[in-house]
């Protein structure tokens, strides 16, 4: 008896055979047959892989801007505070800073510096300021005082609309003069400075000297007015405790200086006891967009790993539902020579098809939400290409593990109780 030639069944057929093309056919029949129930069963994955893509995306492009925003005026800005204690002070006083009355000089001293000087709050809440003089000061305007030092001044950058800046002569002569914000000119009424106006702090006269209209550093000054720092002494007592209210140093740095600067500070102010400074150091970008890239990706990734998991239960139950709805066909398919990796292997490639589809969508999706947002916002989009070109290959995965189950369900139907249950 001739032996069986390979490739040969024991009745003399082919062996059943699909080829990829034939299964890649019926995976697309299978999803096109029922549209509505494929998009459905999509949404999941393409929300996933859509969230997923845009979270990466904007968080990259939002990462940038943070590049953008820390300017040199941040990069440039080392700052002073004062812890002062209440030794020596007398009982319901604030007690002397920490400050010497030098300190603007000291600081300058320092390689790198090119402005600094001392400022505080002064102590009361809003001062009644007005430009007519009262007994008690108890109308006029609420405004925010300040007391100042020529160096902190120089310091701020003021942009002058009229007038003068302060200058040492004020500082030591303990001269009665202000500096008024547009804010609080335009709120007094004070129009022109030619006739050497004169305004009235809880009661109290000062020449105005200047107006300004912006500020580098100390934004909270553009709606207040400054007096020196040695008149407020006198007028007001010692600056109050507490970081709104203890006086501070404000020192502008050449750039790249300010990491050494903020080294050697508090100690050139007060070698004696330098602990009494706490001295703050420009933030470091880097680390400031690493710390918010992190924190934005991990949330955001996550909600995406979710949709991503309903996306794959969706996946499998349709696939599983589409198992049981085709189970004639399945025995059928087996009668006529299907094998059950076959079987297994169009259902398999059926709910891969939805999952790559909808990596596709997504990814189309996330693509354009990282554009539109970019655009609305004036930014630079900044895709990665290594997050974005995988991302469909993801939905593929989803897919492919989601139909796992209903596959083999399928290729263990007994082919006699599918025919019989049609």
Same mark, same amino acid.
């Given at each position: ?13 082919? *062996? ?23 998009? $459905? ?53 604030? #007690? #002397? ?32 300021? &007005? ?11 609420? $405004?925010?005082?300040?007391?100042? %030092?020529?160096? =902190? ?11 003068? %800046?302060?200058? #040492?002569?004020?500082? !030591? ?22 006739? !050497? ?7 109290? *006269?000062?020449?105005?000297? @200047? ?16 007096? *020196? ?12 405790? @507490? ?31 330098? &602990? ?26 996550? $909600? ?13 139950? %349709? %696939? ?7 189970? !004639? ?36 999706? @996330? ?16 895709? !990665? ?7 469909? $290959?993801?939905?593929?995965?989803? @897919? ?5 189950? *209903? =596959? ?15």
């Amino acid at each position: 008896m001739a032996g069986k030639s390979p490739g040969r069944s024991a009745i003399g057929d082919p *062996p059943s055979r699909l080829s990829l093309r034939d299964l890649v056919e019926e995976a697309l029949a299978g999803v096109l047959q029922r549209p509505g129930r494929s998009v $459905l069963t999509m949404l999941g994955t393409v929300l996933g892989i859509g969230a997923f893509v845009a979270v990466l995306g904007l968080t990259a492009t939002a990462s940038g801007q943070i590049g953008r925003q820390f300017d040199l005026t941040k990069a440039t800005t080392v700052t002073v505070a004062d812890n002062p204690t209440d030794d020596g002070a007398p009982p319901g006083t604030n #007690p #002397p800073m920490s400050f010497p009355e030098d300190a603007d000089a000291r600081a300058r001293q320092i390689n790198g510096v090119t402005a600094a000087g001392v400022w505080w709050r002064v102590p009361g809440g809003e001062h009644r300021i &007005s430009t007519s003089p009262t007994a008690d000061g108890s109308t006029g305007q609420g $405004l925010s005082l300040f007391a100042a %030092t020529p160096g =902190a001044v120089a310091a701020m950058q003021p942009t002058l609309a009229a007038g003068v %800046t302060l200058d #040492p002569y004020a500082q !030591q002569a303990r001269l009665p003069v202000v500096l008024l914000s547009r804010t609080a000119a335009s709120r007094l009424g004070v129009n022109r400075l030619d006739a !050497q106006p004169a305004i009235f702090i809880d009661g109290l *006269p000062y020449t105005v000297i @200047g107006v300004y209209s912006d500020v580098q550093r100390l934004p909270d000054t553009l709606l207040g007015v400054i007096i *020196p720092g040695t008149t407020a002494l006198d007028r007001f007592g010692n600056p109050g405790k @507490g970081e709104d209210l203890g006086a501070h140093l404000v020192a502008a740095t050449r750039v790249g200086a300010a990491p050494v600067v903020a080294r050697q500070l508090a100690v050139a102010l007060r070698p004696d006891a330098a &602990s009494r400074l706490t001295v703050t150091p420009p933030p470091d970008p880097h680390s400031l967009q690493d710390h918010i890239t992190s924190d934005l990706t991990g949330l955001f990734l996550a $909600l995406a790993a979710i949709c991503l998991v309903v996306g794959a239960v969706g996946i499998a139950n %349709t %696939t599983l539902v589409a198992v049981l709805e085709r189970t !004639q066909e399945i025995g059928l398919r087996r009668s006529l020579g299907a094998r059950t990796h076959h079987i297994a292997a169009q259902f398999l490639t059926e709910s891969t098809a939805l999952g790559t589809l909808g990596g596709l969508i997504g990814t189309s999706l @996330g693509v354009l939400v990282v554009l539109a947002v970019a655009a609305a916002r004036s930014w630079t989009a900044v895709l !990665q290409p290594l997050a974005t070109l995988p991302a469909p $290959l993801i939905g593929t995965v989803v @897919g492919l593990l989601a139909g796992l189950y *209903p =596959a083999l369900r399928a290729a263990r139907t007994d082919p006699l109780k599918a025919l019989r249950s049609g």
